[in-house]
């Protein structure tokens, strides 16, 4: 087993997503991520979409090739299921340490064509005796000999879903979000660039939270650098969030370019104090080397 590990605690399983069906487009993801006190804040192949991996690079069209699983939102037809999915396969590791792993993977298409070629990092740093975070970067380089676009269900009239991405478990009651500025909702913060956002729920009492019906988490998302893409979020439906690639217009990646992308997320255990704790949360997280 692949693990993540922080001063002697297994904080994250790395699964290499070969045991996933093809129409599920099979990908290495994160699956159970914990906070430091045991509680669980991923979810995978739940009922309401089977097609959701704890936390994941999924993009749901890259050329017209599903990264993302399930069914494609057409124009015409609506969402249907379409012999398109493709795959994320494991090549390499190129770094592995109990806190890091660097690995080189490849995106092929229906026919087993490699399209992308991407070297993904990820790691986990200490912050503070309730809180880990976990930094994950994608490097996309176009490796198929032509020029490709990536797109969302938005692009073709729908959600502009797809990139990193963030399912959290479903609870009786859903999340609270909050963002930067003083938003509220997820209403407020969905397809917005807030330099942060955070996402307060309960799960099974596994930990020492105190959230009613089970143990308390917070994660706070933020996108370290310069670019900032649009949140997508979910709350009521279901728990999930990360930044959108592809909001409402495609995003061109030519021959031989390269495409980078990075989230940082705060796993804490219990529920903040308030706005003002969550921006010196986030100040800290971003700060990190």
Known sequence: MNTLTLDGSVLAVMRDGTDIEPTLSPRPYLH???TRAGTPVTEHRPADHPHHFGVSVAVPDVSGTSFWGGRTFTPDRGSVLLDNHGRQRHVSWLELAE???VELLSWTGPDGAEMLSERRTVRA???DERTWVLDVRTELHNTCGRDLSIGSPATNGRAGYGGLFWRAPIAATPPT????QGLEGEQALHGSRAPWLAMAGTGPETGAGTGEGGAAWTLVLLQPGDHTD?????AREYPGVGPA????TRLPLPEGARLE???RVAVRDGHPGGTEELEALAASVRALP
């Open 32 to 34: 159970p991520v914990h």
């Open 99 to 101: 806190d890091r792993r």
């Open 125 to 127: 740093t200490g912050l």
């Open 177 to 180: 979000i909050t963002g930067a």
């Open 230 to 234: 649009p949140w997508f979020l979910r």
């Open 245 to 248: 690639l592809a909001w409402d």
């Open 261 to 263: 992308r990075r989230l």
